[in-house]
Structures are given as structure tokens and as C-alpha cells.
């Protein structure tokens, strides 16, 4: 079967979203159930209908011509509100207006707890949570220039250094400080081990897996955190690199694997969406820029996925080309193959 027209998926490709509930099909087409009369976004969450009684439209118009209504319980016809809502709260919240649920749903016009939902359905991040990782972004960005750590807070937009360190605890693994110190007062155990993949780097902070590579050794962790102590992993470590071992031996074993690392609030947002993907399927490119609420920023996605510092445990390897070919992978596309035929099989 063909296109439904020009710019929209195949009918094939817009089932096999609708099957999926994939979020980056929404406002690209409506999915009209004969039997019942409603229209729906892809992603809705009602029971999938039989597929003879399916017909997929370019818009909610179109459905409503040929005699259909819009479902109640996934309204397709918000879809272009609510990424036009997410955006405005992003501009909001990057402009200090604060992230209370209260206040956005005011600027949006959606009750406090529905534009919850969809703004992090469009960001794998409440507001709350998007608005502390931009400042944490900001305050590693200007550590990384700022001569004094208490300027670099405060121009991050913490009220004072006390809220920036209770904000860290648990989450980063290192004291600000060490951001602009090569590492200076941590300590990261480390082993090479065997894999049936080739030799695998695993380096891990008390918090969890913080560098996970298959083309570095020692030389190279050392230029990741020059000042860091670097120790042999012994211990507790040892039944955690097993939990590494298997994962790589049988990708989709990594859900509960502890991880201490860091990014940008789109790089968060990439490996959220990332981690999300069920072991076996794929993702493009695309898809993935769109999940996040982003669907110009393919390119973007492309960098966030090349700044994954834990590769398996945050799986990248399932993202692909719209076409379908495997597309690049920091350690070959042969271990992404491989990586990818494991979960299939």
C-alpha cells in the first residue's frame, strides 16, 4: 500500500506506530476507528481496534468530515497546543520565572496537573526536574570557567551554595568543585574485563557506572579525570561489574544498574527517552527528537547520543537511520549489529 499522501507515513508505518503508542506519530496523522466513530492520536492508550476497522487521516478535520469525533481520553486535537504550551514553559523556566505548576498552567491555560502530564510526556521531565537540570547545567558550565565556585553558583541561579549542594547530593557523584578540578576528590574504581564484544573499560563512582567504553583504558580514564583517585575495582565492584558483564552478554539485563552521570536538560531528556526504548526495537533519529519535544533538532540528538558516556547501560546502539540502516556508533557499527541482533533474538 502507498502513502496516504504526500508527507505522511505509509499505512503500514503509521499501524506499526499506532501498535507502538509512538508519541513522535502525534500531529502527523489521526487514527479513525469505524466501529466506535472516535478519532485518536497514535499514541492513545485505549485498547488497540481491529485493523479492518482502522483508517488513518492526515488531520483531525479530515476525520471530523468524514463523520468521526475526537476521543476524550487522548483529545488529538491538543497535540499542536501542547507542544506550543511546552515550549512557552521552557522559555519561562530558562528565563527564571521558576517551574511551579501552579504559574505555568496559568501562562498555558491547562490545569496544573494536565500540563504535568504533557509536558513530560514531551520532555521526559517534570518541570520541576527540568528546571533544576538547567541550573545544573548552568552551574557546570560556568565551573568550568569561574575562578570562584560561589559565583558560579549564584549565576546559575542557586540563592545560595547551600541549595546547590543539597540539589547535587545523591545525584552527580562529585562536589561542584571537581567539575572544574579534573575530578579532584573523588574516587573511581575501574577494570578492563573480557566480553565476548572485546575488552570492556568499567568505571564506576560510589553512585553508580560512570564510564563504560570498549576503545579505552587507563591512559584515557586518567584524561577524563585527571585528578580523580583511580583504584582497582575490588569487592562490592566485582558483583557490579558481573551486572555490567551480563548486560553486555544479554542487552536488556541493564535496567537496575546504577548510573552517576551528567548532562544538559536535552541531553537528560535524549537518554530518558533512550532508556525507554524496549530492548529488541529502534528508534530514529527523528523519532527520538520529536519524543523529547524537539522534532528539529535530529542533529542534536545525534550529539546527545555521542555524549552517552555509558554505552549499553544508556542503549544508543537502538537508535537508527529513518531508513532503517544502523547508522554511527562510537565503537563500530559490528558491536551495534551485534548489540541489536542479541536483543532481537
Known amino acids: 500500500m502507498g502513502r496516504m499522501e504526500t508527507g505522511l507515513p505509509s499505512v ?36 488497540h481496534p481491529a485493523r479492518r ?57 491547562y490545569s496544573p496537573t494536565h500540563f504535568q502530564r504533557i509536558f513530560k510526556r514531551a520532555t521526559g521531565l517534570s518541570p520541576a526536574a527540568f528546571a533544576r537540570a538547567l541550573r545544573e547545567q548552568r552551574a557546570c558550565d560556568a565551573l568550568s570557567g569561574s575562578a570562584r565556585v560561589s559565583d558560579a553558583i549564584y549565576d546559575a541561579g542557586y540563592e545560595a551554595p547551600s541549595r546547590f549542594y543539597a540539589a547535587m547530593e545523591g545525584r552527580m557523584g562529585m562536589e561542584p568543585s571537581a567539575w572544574k578540578n579534573g575530578g579532584a576528590g573523588i574516587c573511581i574504581r575501574w577494570a578492563m574485563v573480557d566480553t565476548s564484544l572485546g575488552v570492556l573499560l568499567v568505571a564506576a563512582t560510589d553512585k553508580g557506572v560512570c564510564r563504560l567504553s570498549f576503545a579505552e583504558g587507563e591512559e584515557e580514564l586518567r584524561q577524563r579525570f585527571p585528578k580523580a583517585a583511580l583504584e582497582a575495582g575490588t569487592g562490592r565492584f566485582a558483583a557490579l561489574l558481573q551486572q555490567v558483564v551480563d548486560a553486555v552478554e544479554r542487552p536488556g539485563a541493564e535496567a537496575n544498574i546504577p548510573l552517576d552521570v551528567q548532562g544538559t536538560a536535552f541531553q537528560q531528556a535524549v537518554w530518558h527517552e533512550l532508556r525507554r526504548i524496549p530492548p529488541g526495537e529502534t528508534r530514529s533519529y527523528s523519532q527520538i527528537a520529536a519524543a523529547v519535544g524537539r522534532p528539529k533538532a535530529v542533529r542534536a540528538v545525534g550529539s546527545a547520543n555521542g555524549a552517552n558516556n555509558v554505552a549499553v547501560l544508556i542503549p544508543c546502539h537502538r537508535v537508527v537511520r529513518s531508513d532503517g540502516a544502523l547508522g554511527g556508533y562510537a565503537y563500530g557499527t559490528d558491536i551495534k549489529a551485534e548489540l541489536l541482533r542479541r536483543e532481537q533474538g
Open 53 to 109: 476497522n482502522v483508517r488513518f487521516f492526515a488531520s483531525g478535520r479530515d476525520a471530523r468530515a468524514a463523520g468521526l469525533r475526537a476521543c476524550k481520553r487522548c483529545h488529538p486535537d491538543e497535540v499542536g497546543r501542547d507542544k506550543a504550551a511546552v515550549l512557552a514553559a521552557i522559555d519561562a523556566i530558562r528565563a527564571g520565572a521558576g517551574a511551579k505548576l501552579a504559574e505555568l498552567g496559568a501562562l498555558t491555560g
Open 12 to 47: 503500514e508505518d503509521a499501524w506499526s506506530a499506532v501498535l507502538r503508542r509512538d508519541r513522535s506519530f502525534d500531529g502527523r496523522f489521526v487514527t479513525g476507528v469505524l466501529s466506535t466513530g472516535i478519532y485518536c492520536r497514535p499514541s492513545c492508550a485505549a485498547r
